[in-house]
Every structure is written in structure tokens, then in C-alpha cells.
């Protein structure tokens, strides 16, 4: 039985490890550009420092027993509306200590990596600024004791994602990619809020103890209408189908914002959210299922376009969409997969951030050129980009021991503990892994030169460097330390459960058919692009590779259920404004104006003709009641 504890000894500093980028962002934003010089060390610092306690915090948990393992610390009473009250309190346990450690320390690398990147702009301590408000608002996310709370964090992370999306606004591309997030996550938004009300309604209550040690209590149709809800929410903050369209776009922002967002915080959210909700999702089996559909379709979506995508960063993009599906679609297998779905979302959170700062190095090298048919031959004058490129190449398609082998082999075996149907769809997004990640690095580091004229690929300095020899090292080594060393279902267990069932086959014939199917994918993809020529003008292709150039057609399927239809919509209560509304209000005011101006004309100013008026109204005043005496 999980016992709360309350916040002592390190414990008590909870609360400082989101008001440090907290205050940073404050300071940073309102300094003015007097503090372009100085803003970028402080916004590193503040993250760094939370890097620093979260790490003492682990080990103080280690010490801990298993049931002694929640820490709840009361910050202040917030909320007291009638019986409904909430606290600002924040609660660390195994699940929040995963995410709170993966925001703070990647989030460090990434910070210190845009000491470089971003050494030129001329608003860079805004940039910094953001950035330390992003990693401030994603803690509060994570170390919520209570729903209220968790949506405090959810918006302000939706906030903070739309500046640093749209930070070069000046570009209309970044600008309008920035409009588009924002607008898609309000509809998660919806769920998320819907669910909220559905939860205090239901249970009396928003935080999580009470919530989830009622869940059983609850009928299972209201269960299922609260985990819907949340799906919807997790689907918008996560780019999962069918609100999926906003993730490509958001590559508009500068590479930095791309490796925070899409790898290791925001698009994580979703994923914390159904495994924190693990109560509710038990117990309605509709719901799970949503989820593990919803998983499924965001796979093989992410993955089609990933492999049509010339834009490295979209490439990228298209890949997290993938590979997020695969941590919703273990989510939604239940006490089967919640542990497996953060241990991916831990070893995917380092080595795709490791993919898209080396992205962003290669860009860096050429002159902020995003077009792979321009690369080529990169691996002879970007040695260390290539290596910890290669690192991250190998740990996402699941070659052993890399990080990801580990972690994607468990959430496969997993669905096939489950269904053998399932199962064989995730081996077989796994082989669509390997072929789009091998098209990227042939097109990247291999093959012959197609750089352009005023092209001079160079190898980044070591501010951006050494942040990817971190996340390489973490690439190669993470899996096997979180399973073997840190024994991630044994850490995680009290939290979200755990349970295996036998499968039909041994362990060993999926893992080997996985990596059969995943070498097949990765051979197809080094034949017909490092093998053969790369044309630097991208042929036609079939109507499969021209769709998913279109993302599958999603903005167009968008604008046709709801942007077409909420302008006529609004087209035509505009109408009715104007012609029924505006046209009474308007006609009224004629007929009183004209009224007006009629018995204005019958003031004359004399006297006589007032008396005639009054000798007028009083004969028929006479006339009337003789008539009602007849009658």
C-alpha cells in the first residue's frame, strides 16, 4: 500500500525545482535587451540547478522503500469555491521522478546547446526566456497532485510552445505553424477541461489519491466518457490522430525549440497523462482500446510521412509522431505496457533529442538549409555530427544494445502478450523505422556531394558538440542501464502496475523477427538512396509517396470538416447579424424616428389648438361610454 509522505529534508526544495526556470524566464522576459549578454548563461543556470536537485532527489528516493515512495508537498491553498477545493501541491513519485529527470537534464543539454545555436540572434535572452518558462510549465505538469493543477501546467506548456514556435515570427511560415499548435491543442484543451468537471462531478474530487482510490467505484460508461476525454486531450498534446496536423509545422521554430518539444517534453505530455489516469483506463475497457487504436493509426501515419519528407527536421517530426504512437499504443494495453510505454519515452526523450540537435548541427554546417537533396558526403567534414548522428540512428530503429532496441522490443512483445495481431503491426512499423531512418543518414552522410555553390559544411563548435556526445553516450547506454541496472519495472510498478502473461512463442523468436523485419526496412532504404544516385529535384512518386508529401492530406481533410464549415458557419450568423438583427434594430428605429417626427409636428406652440385637442379627446372619451352604457 503506497503510503504520502510529506516534503522533508530534500524533499522540502520541490517546489524550488520549478521556481528556478520560473524565475529565470521572469527575469529573462522583463530585463529588457540589456540582458542579451548575460540572460543565456542565467536561463542555462536555472535548469541546471533543477537538473542538480532532481538528481539528489532520485537518490533520496532510492533509499526509500517502495510504499514510502510518494512525497506530497503543500506549496499553498489555492482554490475554495463551496465544497470544491484545491490545493497548489505537488507530489513526486517514480512516474513524476522519470519525467521530472528527463525534462531538467535533457532540457540542460538542449539550453547549453542554444548557447551556440542561437549565439547571433539578436533576441536571443527572449529565446532563453521562453525556453525556461516551457521547462517551468512542463514540471508543474508532472509534479500536479491534482487534475486543477495538471491543467495549469498543460496550458502554460501550450503557451509557452506557441512562442517558441512562432519565435521567428517574422518568417509568415513560423508565424502561422505557431496559430496552427495553439489552435489544435485548445480542442485537446477541451477534453482535457471536460474531464475535469466529469471527474470533480463524479468522484467530489480532483486529486489524484482520491480520484484514483474511488475509480472502482464509478460505473464503467462514466469511466470510459472521462478516459475518452482525456485521449482527446493527450491525442492534441501529443500529435496523435486525429490531431496530428500541427507537429510538422512547429519545425518552424528554431532547431532547439524541435529538440525540447518533440522529443522530450511536450509531445510527452499525453503519454503522462494516460499512464498517471492508469485507474480510470483499467477499469474501462472502451477507453483502453481507443487508446491502443488511436497508438496504432499515429504509427504507421508518423512513419508514411517520415519516409516521403525531404525536410530533415520534418523527417524527424514525422518520426516522433511515429514513435509517440508506439508509447500511446503501449499505454492503452494496460498494466501490460504502461511500464514499457515511459521506458521508451525515456530512452526515445535522449536520442531523438540527440537527432534533432544534430539536425540542427548539420543545418548549422549549411547555411540553415533543411533540404536532404542538398546534403550528401557529410560524414567527411562532420565527424562528430556523424558519429552521435549514427548513435541516435541506431538506437531508434532498434539495433542491439542501443537504447531503443530495448525499449521498443518490450513494447512489442508486450502487444503481442495482448493480440498477435497488434504485435505483427508494430513489427511491421518497426521495418517502416528502419527503411525512412536509413533514407535520412544516406541522404545526409553518404552518397556523392550535392551541396550547394555557397554551401561550406563545417563542424559545429564544441557548446553544440559536447551536448551531442551526452545524448549519444545516452543513446547507447540508457536501455540497458534503465532494465538491467535501474530495473524500470520494478521502480515504476507501484505506480502504474505491472503485469505479464505467456506468449505462444519465446521471447527470443519475436526479438529476432523484429530485428529481421527492421534490417529489411534499413537495406531497402540504403539501396535506393545510397546506392543510387539522389536527384536533387525530388521525382514525382506514387500516389502513396505524394500523399504523405501532403501529410497524408490531414490539413485538407482539416479544412474540409472544420475550417470550411466554421467559416460558412460563421459567414451565415454574420448574415443573420446583419440582415435579421441589425435590420430589426434598424427598422425600429426608423418607425420610432418617423413617429417622433410626426407628433413633433403636432406641438404648434397654440394654445387654441391644444384646447381643441383636449375638447377633441374628451367628446370621444363621452362617445365610447355612451356606447358601453347601450350596449
Known amino acids: 500500500m503506497t503510503e504520502i509522505v510529506p516534503a522533508e529534508g530534500i524533499f522540502a526544495l520541490l517546489w524550488v525545482i520549478i521556481a528556478l526556470p520560473a524565475a529565470g524566464a521572469a527575469i529573462l522576459l522583463f530585463a529588457g535587451r540589456r540582458s542579451n549578454s548575460w540572460g543565456p548563461i542565467l536561463g542555462v543556470l536555472t535548469v541546471v540547478a533543477s537538473a542538480v536537485i532532481s538528481v539528489l532527489m532520485l537518490l533520496a528516493l532510492m533509499e526509500r522503500p517502495a510504499e514510502e515512495r510518494t512525497v506530497v508537498q503543500n506549496v499553498y491553498d489555492w482554490v475554495f469555491v463551496g465544497s470544491f477545493q484545491a490545493s497548489f501541491a505537488l507530489q513526486l513519485d517514480q512516474l513524476s521522478m522519470v519525467f521530472v529527470l528527463l525534462i531538467t537534464i535533457v532540457g540542460a543539454l538542449i539550453h547549453i546547446y542554444s548557447l551556440g545555436y542561437m549565439s547571433h540572434d539578436p533576441d536571443r535572452r527572449k529565446f532563453f526566456g521562453y525556453l525556461n518558462l516551457f521547462v517551468a510549465a512542463m514540471l508543474v505538469l508532472v509534479l500536479a497532485n491534482n487534475y486543477l493543477l495538471l491543467y495549469v501546467g498543460w496550458e502554460g506548456v501550450g503557451l509557452a510552445s506557441y512562442l ?228 541516435g540512428y541506431l538506437a531508434i530503429i532498434g539495433i542491439p544494445p542501443f537504447a531503443g532496441f530495448w525499449s521498443k522490443d518490450e513494447i512489442i512483445h508486450a502487444a503481442f502478450e495482448r493480440n498477435s495481431i497488434i504485435g505483427a503491426a508494430a513489427i511491421l512499423a518497426a521495418g517502416v523505422t528502419g527503411f525512412y531512418m536509413t533514407r535520412m543518414i544516406a541522404m545526409t552522410f553518404f552518397g556523392k556531394k550535392r551541396w550547394e555553390d555557397d554551401a561550406h559544411p563545417h563542424e559545429s563548435p564544441s557548446v553544440m558538440t559536447i551536448p551531442l556526445v551526452l545524448l549519444a553516450l545516452g543513446s547507447v547506454f540508457l536501455g540497458m542501464a534503465l532494465l538491467f541496472w535501474g530495473d524500470i519495472k520494478d521502480w515504476l510498478k507501484p505506480v502504474v502496475g505491472y503485469e505479464s502473461v505467456p506468449t505462444p512463442l519465446p521471447t527470443s523468436f519475436y526479438i529476432a523477427v523484429t530485428l529481421i523485419v527492421v534490417i529489411i526496412g534499413a537495406i531497402i532504404g540504403w539501396v535506393m538512396y545510397a546506392r543510387r544516385d539522389v536527384p536533387i529535384e525530388a521525382p514525382t512518386g506514387n500516389a502513396l509517396t505524394r500523399a504523405a508529401r501532403q501529410d497524408l492530406y490531414g490539413d485538407a481533410v482539416n479544412d474540409v470538416l472544420v475550417v470550411q464549415p466554421t467559416y460558412r458557419a460563421a459567414e451565415m450568423i454574420t448574415t443573420f447579424d446583419n440582415k435579421a438583427v441589425d435590420g430589426f434594430v434598424n427598422w425600429t428605429g426608423t418607425f420610432v424616428g418617423d413617429l417622433a417626427r410626426r407628433l413633433r409636428r403636432s406641438q404648434s406652440g397654440f394654445a387654441r389648438s391644444y384646447a381643441l385637442s383636449m375638447v377633441g379627446g374628451a367628446l370621444i372619451v363621452a362617445i365610447a361610454l355612451v356606447l358601453v352604457v347601450l350596449s
Open 164 to 391: 517558441l514556435i512562432g519565435f521567428w515570427q517574422h518568417k509568415p511560415s513560423a508565424a502561422a505553424a505557431a496559430k496552427k499548435a495553439f489552435v489544435i491543442n485548445r480542442v485537446g484543451d477541451v477534453g482535457l477541461s471536460l474531464a475535469i468537471m466529469l471527474i470533480f462531478v463524479t468522484f467530489g474530487s480532483i486529486t489524484f489519491q482520491d480520484v484514483f482510490g474511488q475509480a472502482s467505484d464509478a460505473s464503467e460508461g462514466t469511466l470510459t466518457a472521462i478516459g475518452l476525454l482525456l485521449l482527446l486531450a493527450a491525442a492534441g498534446k501529443s500529435a496523435q490522430f486525429p490531431l496530428q496536423a500541427w507537429l510538422l509545422d512547429a519545425m518552424e521554430g528554431p532547431t532547439p525549440v524541435s529538440a525540447l518539444i518533440h522529443a522530450a517534453t511536450m509531445v510527452t505530455a499525453g503519454v503522462y497523462l494516460i499512464a498517471r489516469s492508469n485507474a480510470v483506463y483499467d477499469a474501462a475497457a472502451w477507453a483502453a482500446t481507443a487508446v491502443v487504436v488511436v497508438g496504432l493509426i499515429t504509427i504507421f501515419m508518423g512513419a508514411i510521412i517520415g519516409s516521403a519528407k525531404d525536410d530533415i527536421k520534418k523527417s524527424l517530426a514525422g518520426s516522433t509522431m511515429s514513435q509517440i504512437g508506439y508509447m500511446v499504443f503501449a499505454a492503452g494495453l494496460g498494466p501490460i505496457g504502461y511500464v514499457y510505454a515511459i521506458f521508451h519515452l525515456l530512452t526515445h526523450g535522449v536520442f531523438k533529442a540527440g537527432l534533432f540537435l544534430g539536425a540542427g548541427s548539420v543545418m548549422h554546417g549549411m547555411n540553415d538549409n533543411v533540404n536532404m537533396r542538398r546534403y550528401g558526403a557529410l560524414r567527411g567534414v562532420m565527424g562528430v555530427t556523424f558519429v552521435t548522428f549514427m548513435a
